[in-house]
């Protein structure tokens, strides 16, 4: 397993930054890509999807190509309100996904895309606050205390278009993609699991039409967890949420290793896939 120690994050040293990630054994290289840059308080995970151009993996292309894009912001504008920093965010994945859709392919290859979502840490008004940008189905998520854990960003995926057209109410919808053993699921409800992998759209394939954000001002104690599919598919919310509030220390990898730990045995919920996960405690009190 591939993992980051625990580190305060320079930018501002209210939080602390953990991250880690475990391969897919039968895969030469990771479709996952993690991006944690404590200098300027961007954090992001991507998941490669339809395919490689020549060989490399677009979700390495894409996360690389935000990083560059994001360090050339100015200061200002990386630490701006959040309605600025949601612009941001916006305009660095469509110039990922641009970046991807203009690869030259065979015309017989499927289009390569990646899932991203991105969270931007950054202190206004005696305040810290994260803005998220997502596309595809990597989520965030929010653990407060006394608070169950709240999923931050909806998927892309096809249980929210089920919903949409009318297939699943949202409450069928939820209790069916987390559904943790067999005997939780109808033969009706199997049918719509076995479809809880696809998504409707991606960076590269230039299919959606906004990349939806939010802000969320945070209180002290508050833990943010940036994920791939490996981890949620393999776990339920409630699993991460017991995970995260057993302790903060190694929580990315303590995550990562119980979804693979998950992924090796026959379960309702076990799916083989690389795996990554970053979270970011923030520490500080509001006066300091």
Known sequence: MERAKAM????????VIDHAH????????SEDYILVDPSTGLLG???AVGGRDQGRLVSHLAGKTIAAAWQTLPATERQGPPSQLEAALQAVIRQADATIAALEILPDDKRPATTVVLGALSWQDTHSHVTLAHVGDSRA????????LQRLTEDHGYFPFAVRRGYLSREEGIRIEQASCPNELSPFDQTHFARRHQITCAVGWTDFRRV????LALVPGDGLLLCTDGLHDNLTDQEIEGILRASRETSAQRLVQAAYERSQHTHVR???????????????SEAG
């Not at 305060?8 to 939080?15: C, G, I, N, V």
């Open 8 to 15: 305060p994050a320079a930018f501002t040293d209210r939080w």
């Open 141 to 148: 998520y929010l653990l407060r205390a006394g608070q169950p």
């Open 45 to 47: 995970v991507f998941d």
């Open 22 to 29: 475990r391969r897919h054994d039968q895969r030469s290289q």
């Open 212 to 215: 939806p954000t939010c802000s």
């Open 270 to 284: 076990a799916k083989q896939d690389d795996i990554s996960a970053v979270v970011a405690w923030y520490l500080a």
